[in-house]
Protein backbone atom coordinates (compact mmCIF):
# COMPACT_ATOMS: atom_id res chain seq x y z
CA UNK A 1 0.00 0.00 0.00
CA UNK A 2 1.18 3.50 -1.12
CA UNK A 3 0.67 6.74 0.55
CA UNK A 4 -1.68 7.75 2.70
CA UNK A 5 -4.73 4.61 3.82
CA UNK A 6 -8.36 5.39 2.70
CA UNK A 7 -11.05 5.66 5.69
CA UNK A 8 -12.19 2.00 4.21
CA UNK A 9 -8.70 0.90 5.00
CA UNK A 10 -7.94 2.36 8.48
CA UNK A 11 -11.54 1.20 9.37
CA UNK A 12 -10.20 -2.25 8.27
CA UNK A 13 -7.05 -1.75 10.75
CA UNK A 14 -9.00 -1.04 13.58
CA UNK A 15 -11.89 -4.11 13.23
CA UNK A 16 -8.82 -6.28 13.21
CA UNK A 17 -7.17 -4.55 16.76
CA UNK A 18 -10.78 -4.30 17.82
CA UNK A 19 -10.87 -8.27 17.15
CA UNK A 20 -7.44 -8.53 19.33
CA UNK A 21 -9.13 -6.52 22.49
CA UNK A 22 -12.40 -7.99 22.64
CA UNK A 23 -10.52 -11.62 22.51
CA UNK A 24 -8.69 -10.91 25.56
CA UNK A 25 -9.14 -13.06 29.13
CA UNK A 26 -10.15 -11.03 31.92
CA UNK A 27 -6.92 -11.87 33.48
CA UNK A 28 -4.74 -10.33 30.36
CA UNK A 29 -7.76 -7.46 30.18
CA UNK A 30 -7.40 -6.47 33.67
CA UNK A 31 -3.55 -6.85 33.70
CA UNK A 32 -2.82 -4.64 30.37
CA UNK A 33 -5.30 -2.06 31.62
CA UNK A 34 -3.49 -2.35 35.41
CA UNK A 35 -0.33 -1.45 33.80
CA UNK A 36 -1.78 1.77 31.93
CA UNK A 37 -3.24 2.96 34.64
CA UNK A 38 0.32 3.36 36.48
CA UNK A 39 1.87 4.11 32.96
CA UNK A 40 -0.23 7.68 32.38
CA UNK A 41 1.01 8.34 35.69
CA UNK A 42 4.25 9.16 34.93
CA UNK A 43 3.02 11.50 32.85
CA UNK A 44 1.29 13.22 35.61
CA UNK A 45 3.95 13.31 38.19
CA UNK A 46 5.96 15.15 34.97
CA UNK A 47 3.86 17.86 34.43
CA UNK A 48 3.81 18.17 38.04
CA UNK A 49 7.12 18.31 38.36
CA UNK A 50 8.16 20.52 35.27
CA UNK A 51 4.98 23.31 36.54
CA UNK A 52 6.35 23.49 39.99
CA UNK A 53 10.20 24.01 38.36
CA UNK A 54 9.24 26.57 35.75
CA UNK A 55 6.19 28.55 37.11
CA UNK A 56 8.74 30.93 39.12
CA UNK A 57 10.48 31.85 35.98
CA UNK A 58 7.53 32.08 33.34
CA UNK A 59 4.29 32.33 35.42
CA UNK A 60 1.32 30.81 33.43
CA UNK A 61 3.31 29.38 30.58
CA UNK A 62 4.39 26.80 33.44
CA UNK A 63 0.73 25.19 31.84
CA UNK A 64 2.49 24.92 28.79
CA UNK A 65 5.89 23.61 29.57
CA UNK A 66 4.07 20.76 31.76
CA UNK A 67 1.63 19.96 29.18
CA UNK A 68 4.86 19.36 27.51
CA UNK A 69 6.03 16.47 29.34
CA UNK A 70 2.77 15.20 29.92
CA UNK A 71 2.58 13.25 26.29
CA UNK A 72 5.87 11.25 27.39
CA UNK A 73 2.77 8.96 29.42
CA UNK A 74 0.48 8.48 26.55
CA UNK A 75 3.68 7.28 24.34
CA UNK A 76 4.73 4.78 27.33
CA UNK A 77 1.38 3.64 26.73
CA UNK A 78 0.56 3.29 23.20
CA UNK A 79 3.99 1.90 22.70
CA UNK A 80 3.87 -0.29 25.27
CA UNK A 81 -0.10 -1.78 24.03
CA UNK A 82 -1.32 -1.03 27.09
CA UNK A 83 -5.56 -0.47 27.75
CA UNK A 84 -6.62 2.74 28.37
CA UNK A 85 -10.34 3.59 29.22
CA UNK A 86 -11.82 5.61 26.21
CA UNK A 87 -9.01 4.81 23.66
CA UNK A 88 -10.62 1.37 23.24
CA UNK A 89 -13.62 2.71 21.88
CA UNK A 90 -13.47 3.02 18.46
CA UNK A 91 -11.38 -0.41 17.97
CA UNK A 92 -13.94 -2.67 19.38
CA UNK A 93 -17.30 -1.12 18.01
CA UNK A 94 -15.54 -1.03 14.99
CA UNK A 95 -14.97 -5.01 15.35
CA UNK A 96 -19.07 -5.03 16.64
CA UNK A 97 -20.79 -3.13 13.88
CA UNK A 98 -18.63 -4.95 11.52
CA UNK A 99 -19.43 -8.75 12.39
CA UNK A 100 -23.02 -8.45 13.11
CA UNK A 101 -24.14 -4.96 12.04
CA UNK A 102 -25.47 -4.49 15.73
CA UNK A 103 -23.68 -3.83 18.98
CA UNK A 104 -22.50 -6.64 20.58
CA UNK A 105 -23.24 -5.35 24.15
CA UNK A 106 -21.70 -7.68 26.92
CA UNK A 107 -18.07 -7.85 25.11
CA UNK A 108 -18.18 -4.34 24.83
CA UNK A 109 -19.05 -3.29 28.42
CA UNK A 110 -17.21 -5.93 29.88
CA UNK A 111 -14.26 -4.44 27.97
CA UNK A 112 -14.71 -1.13 29.49
CA UNK A 113 -15.89 -1.42 32.62
CA UNK A 114 -12.75 -4.06 33.28
CA UNK A 115 -10.39 -1.14 31.66
CA UNK A 116 -11.80 1.59 33.43
CA UNK A 117 -11.89 -0.55 36.80
CA UNK A 118 -8.59 -1.81 36.46
CA UNK A 119 -6.91 1.69 35.21
CA UNK A 120 -8.13 3.58 38.30
CA UNK A 121 -6.79 0.45 40.80
CA UNK A 122 -3.29 0.60 39.21
CA UNK A 123 -2.75 4.23 38.52
CA UNK A 124 -4.02 5.35 42.38
CA UNK A 125 -1.61 2.26 43.71
CA UNK A 126 0.93 4.36 41.85
CA UNK A 127 0.19 7.70 42.75
CA UNK A 128 0.29 6.24 46.33
CA UNK A 129 3.79 5.55 45.56
CA UNK A 130 4.49 8.61 44.26
CA UNK A 131 2.93 10.76 47.25
CA UNK A 132 5.18 9.02 49.40
CA UNK A 133 7.28 12.07 51.29
CA UNK A 134 10.40 12.48 49.01
CA UNK A 135 10.05 11.15 45.59
CA UNK A 136 8.60 14.44 44.19
CA UNK A 137 10.80 17.10 44.04
CA UNK A 138 9.97 20.13 46.59
CA UNK A 139 6.41 21.92 44.93
CA UNK A 140 5.23 19.15 43.10
CA UNK A 141 2.46 18.31 45.50
CA UNK A 142 2.13 22.23 45.53
CA UNK A 143 1.40 22.74 41.75
CA UNK A 144 -0.82 19.08 41.52
CA UNK A 145 -3.19 19.91 44.50
CA UNK A 146 -3.57 23.34 42.54
CA UNK A 147 -4.79 21.46 39.66
CA UNK A 148 -6.92 19.07 41.52
CA UNK A 149 -8.84 21.80 43.12
CA UNK A 150 -9.57 23.59 39.68
CA UNK A 151 -10.37 20.10 37.99
CA UNK A 152 -13.16 19.50 41.62
CA UNK A 153 -14.68 22.68 41.39
CA UNK A 154 -15.33 23.78 38.00
CA UNK A 155 -19.10 23.88 37.67
CA UNK A 156 -20.74 20.05 35.95
CA UNK A 157 -21.51 21.75 32.74
CA UNK A 158 -18.16 22.85 32.32
CA UNK A 159 -16.50 19.59 33.37
CA UNK A 160 -19.26 17.53 31.20
CA UNK A 161 -17.86 19.99 27.89
CA UNK A 162 -14.46 19.19 29.03
CA UNK A 163 -14.91 15.49 29.23
CA UNK A 164 -16.59 15.33 25.84
CA UNK A 165 -13.61 16.97 24.27
CA UNK A 166 -11.15 14.80 26.12
CA UNK A 167 -13.56 11.67 25.13
CA UNK A 168 -13.14 12.84 21.57
CA UNK A 169 -9.13 13.35 21.45
CA UNK A 170 -8.44 10.41 23.11
CA UNK A 171 -11.02 7.52 20.94
CA UNK A 172 -9.42 9.96 17.90
CA UNK A 173 -5.41 9.04 19.06
CA UNK A 174 -7.34 5.47 18.23
CA UNK A 175 -8.13 6.16 14.59
CA UNK A 176 -4.98 8.42 13.55
CA UNK A 177 -2.65 5.48 15.04
CA UNK A 178 -4.80 3.15 12.50
CA UNK A 179 -3.98 5.38 9.65
CA UNK A 180 0.28 5.10 10.15
CA UNK A 181 2.42 2.24 10.05
CA UNK A 182 6.11 3.30 11.94
CA UNK A 183 6.68 3.57 15.55
CA UNK A 184 8.23 6.88 15.23
CA UNK A 185 5.09 8.44 13.52
CA UNK A 186 3.26 6.65 16.78
CA UNK A 187 4.92 8.26 19.12
CA UNK A 188 4.32 11.28 17.46
CA UNK A 189 0.89 11.26 17.39
CA UNK A 190 0.73 9.98 20.73
CA UNK A 191 2.47 12.37 22.22
CA UNK A 192 0.82 15.49 20.38
CA UNK A 193 -2.53 14.03 21.72
CA UNK A 194 -1.36 14.30 25.16
CA UNK A 195 0.07 17.61 24.76
CA UNK A 196 -3.88 18.66 23.46
CA UNK A 197 -5.71 16.92 26.52
CA UNK A 198 -3.01 18.55 29.09
CA UNK A 199 -3.27 22.31 27.71
CA UNK A 200 -6.85 22.22 27.73
CA UNK A 201 -6.80 20.86 30.81
CA UNK A 202 -9.29 18.24 28.97
CA UNK A 203 -10.87 15.68 31.07
CA UNK A 204 -10.53 12.39 30.60
CA UNK A 205 -11.75 10.02 33.10
CA UNK A 206 -8.36 8.15 34.22
CA UNK A 207 -5.90 10.76 33.72
CA UNK A 208 -8.70 13.73 36.03
CA UNK A 209 -9.32 11.00 38.52
CA UNK A 210 -5.70 9.90 39.42
CA UNK A 211 -4.95 14.23 39.54
CA UNK A 212 -7.90 14.72 41.90
CA UNK A 213 -6.51 11.62 43.99
CA UNK A 214 -2.87 13.16 44.03
CA UNK A 215 -4.42 15.71 45.28
CA UNK A 216 -6.33 14.32 48.08
CA UNK A 217 -3.45 12.77 49.30
CA UNK A 218 -1.53 16.07 49.31
CA UNK A 219 -3.78 18.08 51.21
CA UNK A 220 -6.14 19.78 48.33
CA UNK A 221 -9.18 21.13 49.35
CA UNK A 222 -10.97 18.39 47.57
CA UNK A 223 -12.58 15.53 49.19
CA UNK A 224 -13.75 11.57 48.27
CA UNK A 225 -17.00 13.34 47.35
CA UNK A 226 -15.56 15.07 44.72
CA UNK A 227 -13.75 12.93 43.27
CA UNK A 228 -16.69 10.59 42.65
CA UNK A 229 -18.90 13.40 41.20
CA UNK A 230 -15.56 14.28 38.85
CA UNK A 231 -15.70 10.47 37.86
CA UNK A 232 -19.15 10.03 36.95
CA UNK A 233 -19.11 13.02 34.75
CA UNK A 234 -16.28 12.40 33.27
CA UNK A 235 -17.10 9.16 32.44
CA UNK A 236 -20.20 10.27 30.52
CA UNK A 237 -18.81 13.12 28.92
CA UNK A 238 -15.97 10.56 27.51
CA UNK A 239 -18.78 8.12 25.95
CA UNK A 240 -20.69 11.05 24.43
CA UNK A 241 -17.00 12.72 22.76
CA UNK A 242 -15.68 9.52 22.57
CA UNK A 243 -18.07 6.95 21.42
CA UNK A 244 -21.20 9.70 19.96
CA UNK A 245 -18.70 11.83 18.34
CA UNK A 246 -15.28 10.06 17.42
CA UNK A 247 -16.41 6.57 16.70
CA UNK A 248 -20.08 6.34 14.98
CA UNK A 249 -19.40 9.19 13.29
CA UNK A 250 -16.32 7.17 11.67
CA UNK A 251 -18.04 3.59 11.66
CA UNK A 252 -20.91 5.94 9.56
CA UNK A 253 -18.56 7.42 7.04
CA UNK A 254 -17.01 4.24 5.89
CA UNK A 255 -20.64 2.19 5.82
CA UNK A 256 -21.47 5.61 3.54
CA UNK A 257 -18.37 4.55 1.72
CA UNK A 258 -19.00 0.98 1.38
CA UNK A 259 -21.84 1.80 -0.14
CA UNK A 260 -21.02 4.41 -2.48
CA UNK A 261 -18.87 1.48 -4.01
CA UNK A 262 -21.55 -1.18 -4.59
Do not use: C
Not at 196 to 213: E, I, M
Amino acid sequence: MSGAPTPTEIFDRTVEEGERRLDQSTLELALTSFIAGFTIVFGIATLGIVHALVEPHVGDAAKIAGALTFGIGLVFLIVGRSELFNENFLDPAAKAVDQSGSWLVWPLFRLWILTLVFNLLGGGLFVLVFAVEGVLPSGTSSALSTMAEDIVHRGPRPKFASAIVGGALVSLLSYLLQAVNSVRSRISVAYIVGFLLALGPFDHVVVTALHVFFGILFGAEVGYGGLAQTIAIATAGNFVGGLGLVTLTHVAQVRGARKSDE
